[in-house]
């Protein structure tokens, strides 16, 4: 029989005999694990260095060579890069994330990848490597030892540096506007603003109001002018369920189908080779193999699926049958294929 179609644990919400109350009860989180404030945001750096130190699996790029000479040169040292061998020195990209409310003085981790022809950068150090934003200024230094992790298969160009990095530059992390603080929605949906807005005006009275799908603007109360963490912090654990639009999401590699709870479907009929499927009633049979699945009007995507792979029916019979009633109009549900 061939391998049935896995289903999501989201596909629970789909099953008969679930009320909408507990539907509901289980979408309810906290603001903050749904928005973020406004403001509060990483900023990547990069930087080019050496790691040197190496056991002969250097590369032998020319610009590896011209950047010994002139770290050389920066040390006293003259000498011509013709005269160089790079087998123990591999010239690298060393990128990191700086993130919001980092200080200097505080270490953040930096990831290290071979810029040449280097065959590994096991047991190498990087030398003292500047990091810098998009703004071109520097905001952290690296150095240390490598380390390429565990693992069957470990990629011998790419290191990490565990706490490699130490920052010099404070990043400028604002997130009062005008006496206001602004929510930014993950994924910006009308109906989930709207009710970001009435969840904390039960709080805190008409403070907030949605501005669009993605953002929800909160005046910040008088007594708490002197308090902004605080609270910042209550408005992130005040509860609200979220929505989203319906969706189905079909993986066709591996055969799996991930659905929400608001997928509907219409009365449809659709043959697909051996099966006929039939929602809304009753179907009959183009041939004596054929499988025949008759579905009632009410009957969600996760029944259908369901229905096929009682039958067994193969992750593209399924696949090629949600299609189809999408195509038919009949879905009530985006189909994103992945």
Do not use: C, W
């Not at 810098?132 to 952290?140: E, Q, S």
């Not at 019979?317 to 189909?335: F, V, Y």
């Amino acid at each position: 029989m061939p391998k049935k179609i896995a289903i999501s644990l989201l596909l629970l919400l789909l099953l008969s005999g679930i009320g909408e109350v507990m539907a509901a009860g289980q979408a309810i989180t906290r603001i903050k694990d749904i928005a973020k404030v406004q403001g509060v945001r990483s900023n990547q750096l990069v930087g080019y260095g050496l790691v040197v130190g190496l056991s002969g699996t250097g590369d032998k790029s020319v610009f590896t060579l011209q950047s010994i000479a002139s770290m050389l040169k920066n040390f006293g040292v003259t000498v011509s890069s013709s005269e160089l061998q790079g087998k123990n020195v591999a010239a690298v990209m060393v990128t990191a994330n700086l993130g919001p409310f980092v200080k200097a003085g505080d270490t953040i981790d930096v990831t290290i990848s071979s810029l040449g022809d280097a065959k590994s950068l096991q047991g190498g150090i990087l030398l003292q490597t500047p990091l810098k934003a998009a703004n071109g200024l520097v905001y952290a230094v690296g150095q240390g030892a490598l380390s390429l992790g565990g693992g069957p298969k470990p990629v011998s160009t790419v290191a990490r540096i565990t706490n490699g990095a130490i920052v010099e530059r404070d990043v400028p992390t604002k997130v009062e506007n005008n006496g206001n603080v602004v929510l930014a929605i993950n994924n910006p949906d009308f109906t989930t603003a709207s009710r970001i807005a009435e969840a904390i005006a039960k709080d805190f009275g008409p403070i907030a109001q949605a501005v669009d799908a993605g953002t929800v603007s909160v005046k910040i109360p008088t007594e708490y002018n002197d308090n902004l963490v605080g609270f910042i912090a209550a408005v992130e654990d005040i509860l609200v369920r979220p929505d989203t639009a319906a969706k189905i999401v079909i993986n066709e590699r591996t055969g799996t189908v991930v659905m929400g709870g608001d997928v509907t479907i219409d009365s449809v009929a659709v043959a697909q080779g051996g099966l006929s499927v039939k929602v809304g009633g009753q179907t009959g049979t183009t041939g004596k193999d054929q499988s025949v699945i008759a579905l009632p009007t009410a009957s969600s995507v996760g029944d259908i699926v369901t229905a096929l792979n009682a039958v067994g029916a193969s992750p593209q019979d399924i696949i090629a049958i949600l299609q189809a009633i999408k195509a038919s109009g009949a879905l009530h549900a985006e189909l994103q294929l992945i």
